[in-house]
């Protein structure tokens, strides 16, 4: 991922205001990040446990979208994060929806998908992470083939999110 300033990810969103953009509070230690070991930026808001953003290079530039993160049931079965495909043990993965950049009455209004509780999927694709307690499944895959999937899935869903059909 290519270096971001503090202004290009606050003008990045677009599922919010440019108020509540330039409110949201940014990760800890920004300008010390090792940007190119990020397939995308992700982080939970440390004031507000139960919003989460994610900030994704897309051919149009960075786009960013403020995620809200469903209420976890403790315990459960294990799930799949829909972008890094990492198997958690149950309050590893949560269901985050994101609010559509113009939605419409009479319309869908959100897009939800199952990620990471921490959306740091980054770790976990690049195996900097593992999930406690839980067997991964083998993949043949390199390395740069499992960052580049991540990361497609990342862009398809801001892309159906920023879709006005």
């Not at 990810?9 to 940007?35: H, Y």
């Not at 989460?52 to 315990?75: C, N």
């Not at 939605?103 to 770790?123: E, I, P, Q, V």
Request: some cysteine; hydrophobic content about 30%.
């Amino acid at each position: 991922m290519q270096p971001l300033t503090e202004s290009q990810i606050r003008s990045s969103f677009i599922n919010c205001s440019k108020g509540e953009a330039q409110r949201l509070n940014l990760p800890a230690g920004l300008a010390t990040w090792e940007w190119p070991a990020e397939i995308f930026l992700g982080w939970i808001d440390p004031k507000s446990p139960q919003r989460g953003y994610a900030v994704v290079e897309t051919e149009d530039g960075p786009r960013g979208i403020v995620l809200t993160k469903t209420e976890q049931r403790s315990g459960g079965s294990a799930q799949m994060c829909q972008f890094c495909m990492t198997l958690h043990p149950g309050s590893g993965v949560a269901l985050y929806s994101a609010a559509r950049p113009s939605a419409r009455k009479g319309r869908h209004s959100s897009l939800g998908t199952y990620l990471c509780s921490n959306l740091r999927c980054s770790d976990y694709t690049l195996g900097r992470r593992r999930p406690q307690g839980i067997r991964q499944m083998e993949e043949t895959m390199t390395l740069e083939d499992r960052r580049e999937r991540t990361l497609a899935k990342a862009r398809r869903f801001v892309a159906k999110l920023e879709d006005e059909k």
